[in-house]
């Protein structure tokens, strides 16, 4: 692969290499006057020459390519590693925005658990209010419990006496007998139908309490 520059390189290392071969031999007839025959060449200097031609062939190479090269090395290094740069910076920006969220929702969190620390209070009294709601239903429960006695007592002595009471009559008839039955069993429905009504008035009261 060829960079800028290594055109000029090529001519100019040709001239040089023109000029070496010119100064293998160099024509050396005007030192000598009168002769035709070239002196003798020196060899070691001739190398000397020729190192020192190619030394400076060399270095203008490189100072005519080395900058170019490194444009070149510092193009394909920014297109290789740019773009995962640019992925990863997107991909930490994304969690960045979310860690925000996150932290804005535990401040949220924190300061509404502090808020209900301010009602501990109202939590308090409507602790008593249960406390109370449950007292009073236990004692309705209880009234309930013992009106129910009561009039179930009372019932089963009227009962008993009508039933003690009537076979000691054998006076009465058959006809008065019947209309005893008839009272005990009118006096039964009264009161079955007073424990109904007192029920349902109880009922009713709970429900407006509650």
């Known amino acids: ?42 060899p070691e200097l001739e190398v000397k020459v020729k190192k020192a031609t190619e030394r400076i ?22 297109r290789k590693a740019l773009p995962p740069m640019v992925d ?19 401040e949220y969190a924190v300061s509404a658990v502090k808020s209900m620390e301010g ?12 406390k109370n709601a449950v007292f009073h239903k236990q004692q309705l429960k209880y009234e309930e419990t013992r009106k129910r006695k009561k009039e179930s007592s009372v019932y089963v002595r009227l009962s008993a006496h009508i039933s003690l009471d009537l076979p000691d009559l054998p ?13 005990a069993s009118k006096v039964e429905s009264m009161m079955a139908h007073a424990r109904h009504s007192a029920s349902h008035e109880l009922h009713r009261s709970q429900t407006m309490h509650q």
């Open 1 to 42: 692969m060829g960079y800028p520059g290594d055109l000029g390189y090529r001519s100019y290392s040709s001239a040089c290499k023109t000029d070496q071969a010119e100064l293998s031999i160099p024509n050396m007839s005007y030192l000598v006057p009168g002769s035709a025959v070239p002196p003798q060449v020196d």
């Open 57 to 78: 062939s060399e270095n203008m190479h490189i100072v005519a390519n080395e900058p170019s090269l490194a444009f070149y090395r510092l193009q394909e290094h920014v």
């Open 88 to 106: 990863k910076r997107v991909e930490v920006k994304r969690l960045h925005q979310e860690l925000q969220g996150r932290c804005y929702d535990m």
């Open 119 to 130: 009602a501990e209070k109202h939590f308090l009294s409507i602790q008593d209010l249960i």
């Open 171 to 183: 006076e009465l008839s058959d006809a008065l007998r019947e209309t005893a039955r008839e009272t």
